[in-house]
């Protein structure tokens, strides 16, 4: 009977341990967990839009219907390949604009425009500030991004780099891309990796455990961001142990199979 109770002793024991480490965990893992209070909180409306930066490759398009062989002047158009059946109406085949070290493009008949710093509105309108006046009515300006990317590594199930098309993506938006953070990840230090204008690189943590997540200036994700999810302890220890963890489990279950056999031997 004593060495029943014993037994059933250590395994309450145990699972009251289980519970608690359980519970304890548990608090580390769901997100905005105090959104209760994001209604009483002060909420600051973030600029979401994205600015041009050197190195930045992007489309700059102006359509005139009533104006077409003008529009068609400022547009840098790629090679011909010799076919006589494109019309002034059609969609030109575009070349791409890289934004060079000092920020600016070259427009053709504009020449350089500095655009770093921009937002794509503000480029839209810089662009047609110069060229306006060379059409009867309002040309259409559109400027686009063509390699908006992020980065998503580190404890997440599908690291890799994303295009954005539409130029505006929140932290949660790419840990979705990622198809989330895996277990061990942690969640109340994600780390955002942000290159500026001039080249400086500032590192950024989030909690993501924290509703103010919301209001923080880093919650929209700008191009060429690196999203790092640090691993937490467990991770950490079990990349210490490796694969020896298992046989350690092993060793550890026959050395208490013994004990118990002996101790219950000399016991009779």
């Known amino acids: 009977m004593k060495v029943i109770f014993k037994k059933s002793f250590t395994a309450i024991l145990l699972l009251m341990l289980f519970v608690t480490t359980s519970c304890n965990s548990y608090k580390k893992v769901p997100?905005?967990?105090?959104s209760a209070e994001y209604a009483t909180m002060e909420q600051v409306v973030t600029n979401a839009e994205p600015v041009i930066q050197p190195q930045?490759?992007?489309t700059i398009t102006v359509t005139n219907p009533d104006n077409p062989v003008v529009a068609q002047a400022y547009n840098l158009v790629g090679p011909s390949d010799g076919s006589q059946s494109r019309s002034l109406y059609s969609q030109?085949?575009?070349q791409h604009y890289i934004v060079d070290a000092k920020g600016c493009v070259n427009v053709p008949k504009v020449g350089e425009l500095h655009v770093s710093g921009l937002t794509i509105p503000e480029a839209e309108a810089l662009v047609l500030d110069k060229i306006k006046g060379d059409f009867s009515t309002l040309p259409t300006v559109t400027v686009r991004f063509v390699d908006y990317k992020i980065s998503v590594l580190g404890e997440v199930n599908?690291?890799?780099s994303y295009t954005i098309k539409n130029g505006k993506v929140n932290?949660?938006?790419a840990l979705a891309m990622a198809r989330d953070l895996t277990i061990y990840g942690t969640r109340d230090n994600?780390?955002?990796i942000r290159e500026d204008e001039n080249g400086k690189k500032n590192v950024y943590e989030l909690n993501l455990n924290d509703v103010s997540l919301l209001?923080?200036?880093?919650?929209y994700l700008q191009q060429n961001d690196i999203?790092?999810?640090t691993p937490n302890k467990s991770k950490s220890k079990n990349s210490d142990i490796g694969s020896s963890t298992s046989l350690w489990f092993t060793g550890t279950s026959i050395v208490i199979s013994v004990a118990s056999l002996l101790y219950n031997i000399l016991k009779k």
């Open 171 to 173: 932290i949660l938006q």
């Open 158 to 160: 599908s690291p890799g």
């Open 56 to 58: 930045d490759l992007l």
């Open 227 to 229: 999203v790092y999810v």
């Open 190 to 192: 994600v780390k955002v």
């Open 92 to 94: 030109p085949v575009l």
């Open 31 to 34: 997100y905005l967990k105090n």
């Open 215 to 219: 209001n923080s200036p880093y919650y």
